[in-house]
């Protein structure tokens, strides 16, 4: 096996238990090496240089306040040392655009939208998270966001009816977003079949399916593993 079939992930939140389950199958099948780590900190990217197998890495998830955030400078520092880097998701992401010029690469509709200036706000894709198995406790506004779009582009909701929901979510601090105060306050804010749509959308066996800092993750994974 070649050193470049090395891939080391720092994931979190953006991924659940039965993703990396797959994802480490995924890896076997390709004849990877899938090197799972929490989300990045300061200093973990000056680790991994120096180390015996060159690498990619993949970064999606990263500690805002707990800890550190990893910096651009580390990000400069793993990519002159020659190691290849990509952002997607959640920390990946906004680094990804922040690094672009020096060669960090990202992927996703949540890059995309950092990138095309759609969203400005590095709060956007904050969330709190069980700290055992990093399951997500509340929804960030960038999945809110993608929500909306949808919706309206089904014809579910009006846009004014999306743009009502998302400013109510907006008003919410990060740490209060769980979907049971989502949906307290869409049903105080929000026509009562605007209000029933989010709903069940944010019930816990629906969540999954359109989170999209998750849907950017598993996409980016995959394509690490099949580079």
């Not at 797959?22 to 890896?27: E, V, W």
């Not at 090496?33 to 900190?41: A, E, F």
């Not at 960038?142 to 009816?161: C, F, I, Q, S, Y």
Request: proline share 5%; with cysteine; aromatic share 6%.
């Amino acid at each position: 096996m070649s050193a470049a079939a090395t891939i080391t992930v720092f994931a979190g939140p953006s991924l659940r238990p039965a993703d990396l389950t797959h994802l480490r199958l995924l890896a076997e099948e390709r004849n990877r090496v899938l090197d799972l780590r929490p989300p990045v900190r300061r200093h973990d990217l000056a680790a991994l240089i120096g180390a015996e197998a060159p690498r990619r890495t993949l970064m999606l998830d990263g500690e805002f306040g707990q800890s550190l955030a990893v910096s651009v400078t580390e990000v400069r520092a793993l990519l002159f040392a020659g190691q290849p880097l990509t952002g997607a998701s959640s920390m990946g992401a906004l680094r990804a655009v922040e690094c672009r010029t020096i060669g960090m690469t990202g992927s996703g509709w949540v890059y995309e939208q950092y990138l095309n200036g759609s969203i400005e706000s590095d709060g956007e894709v904050a969330l709190l998270y069980d700290p055992e198995d990093y399951t997500p406790v509340t929804v960030p506004l960038v999945n809110l966001r993608w929500l909306m779009a949808e919706r309206v582009g089904e014809k579910d909701l009006t846009p004014e009816d999306a743009h009502t929901a998302l400013a109510i979510a907006r008003s919410l601090n990060f740490r209060a977003r769980r979907p049971s105060v989502l949906v307290k306050q869409w049903k105080r804010g929000l026509p009562g079949d605007a209000a029933a749509i989010l709903a069940e959308h944010l019930a816990a066996d629906r969540l999954d399916h359109w989170d999209r800092k998750r849907l950017d993750a598993l996409e980016a994974v995959r394509a690490a593993l099949s580079s």
